[in-house]
């Protein structure tokens, strides 16, 4: 009888444990439930694109505008040029010029006067290359008027210091030798061609008869002339 009796537990708790696996084995099938089959994969909404070719980055554009020059020989802001000598320093504490008396001179606007005598920068001039740097300089004819009857004439070479005009070498050419022209040549020569009017030896220093055409080269505090020829001249 004990035995009848436990028939229905068993029964009911057998019907019980039958129905929670059905119940498991559902969950499984649809994936509802924790631990249930993943989805299948797919791509992410952050993932990257597979690896191809991208749009190349854009080459940075030329510079507008190119880097100036540098200048050239000679063609700086501050060459020299022959209207500038008209206010240049002529003689200096370091540099004489001949048949000028003592002290300073400098030009304005082309002409000095004091103790009784008159110097003028003539018109004949050329720039270029006499001290062997870089920079240009000058060689002009210069008049020294005195008390008398002398005119004395000479030149001079002015360096390029920075744009100023400083004498550095000289050379008299003697008295009533007015020049006619001063031509620098190339760079290389380091010369100046210089033709001025003068006389013979047993001629009269009132006339002028010879041309003479004359090459000088600087070796401050001088102008050293190399060589000259002569032709006739008359007025």
């Known amino acids: 009888m004990n035995g009848k009796r ?6 009911t708790w057998l019907i019980t444990a039958l129905a929670l696996a059905s119940v498991t084995v559902g969950c499984q099938d649809t994936g509802g439930g924790t631990g249930g089959a993943n989805p299948k994969p797919g791509k992410s909404a952050g993932s990257s694109k597979a690896p191809g070719k991208g749009k190349e980055s854009a080459k940075p554009s030329p510079t507008a505008s190119k880097k100036p020059k540098k200048p050239g020989k000679g063609t700086s802001a501050g060459a020299l040029t022959c209207e500038g000598l008209r206010d240049a320093a002529l003689q200096t504490s370091d540099f004489r010029f001949p048949d000028a008396p003592e ?5 304005t606007d082309g002409r000095w006067e004091g103790d009784g005598v008159v110097i003028e920068l003539q018109p004949q001039c050329g720039i270029g290359d006499m001290t062997g740097d870089p920079a240009e300089d000058a060689v002009a004819a210069v008049k020294v008027t005195t ?4 005119k004395f004439y000479g030149l001079v070479t002015w360096r390029n210091d920075s744009g100023t005009p400083v004498p550095v070498a000289a050379a008299s050419l003697g008295d009533r030798t007015p020049v006619q022209s001063i031509d620098v040549s190339t760079p290389a020569a380091r010369q100046a061609t210089v033709v001025y009017l003068t006389r013979g030896d047993s001629d009269p220093a009132a006339v002028v008869t010879i ?19 002569d032709a006739p001249y008359s007025p």
């Open 103 to 107: 002290g300073t001179v400098a030009f």
């Open 6 to 11: 436990n028939w229905p537990a068993r029964g």
């Open 147 to 150: 008390g008398g009857t002398g």
């Open 211 to 229: 041309r003479r055409t004359a090459v000088y080269r600087v070796t401050e505090p001088t102008m050293t002339e190399l060589d000259h020829s």
